[in-house]
């Protein structure tokens, strides 16, 4: 097929429609991405609350500098560990709670 019979979106809209079309975005899978949203969301809230600077925060935990950036841009999915390692010096933790 040529790339002249490909259509490609133009906005964020047309994506997440064309993505739902071919089912990669499920309402589950949606559900993953707002939860890994809220999280991160969280964190840079927690760090920014508190004044502490990516810098900081590696000292703090022995996280690497760039990996917490790469987090915090959403670059990356964080193991439990790692993200918990983060939270702990800002005050915070994660919890198991039920779904809505």
């Given amino acids: 097929m040529s790339n002249t019979n490909k259509r490609k ?6 994506h997440e429609q064309e993505m739902r079309e071919k089912g990669i975005l499920t309402p589950e899978r949606e559900a993953e991405i707002q939860v890994e949203v809220d999280i991160l969301q969280a964190l840079i809230e927690a ?3 508190n004044k502490i600077s990516q810098r900081k925060l ?3 935990t022995g996280v690497n500098h760039s990996t917490i950036n ?3 841009k959403g670059d990356n999915s964080p193991s439990v560990s ?4 983060v939270l ?13």
């Fill in 9 to 14: 979106a133009t906005s964020w809209t047309e």
């Fill in 70 to 72: 790469r987090m915090e």
């Fill in 47 to 49: 760090r920014r609350e």
């Fill in 58 to 60: 590696e000292e703090l």
């Fill in 88 to 100: 702990a010096p800002l005050g915070k933790t994660l919890k198991v709670v039920p779904i809505e």
């Fill in 82 to 85: 790692t993200l918990l390692q």
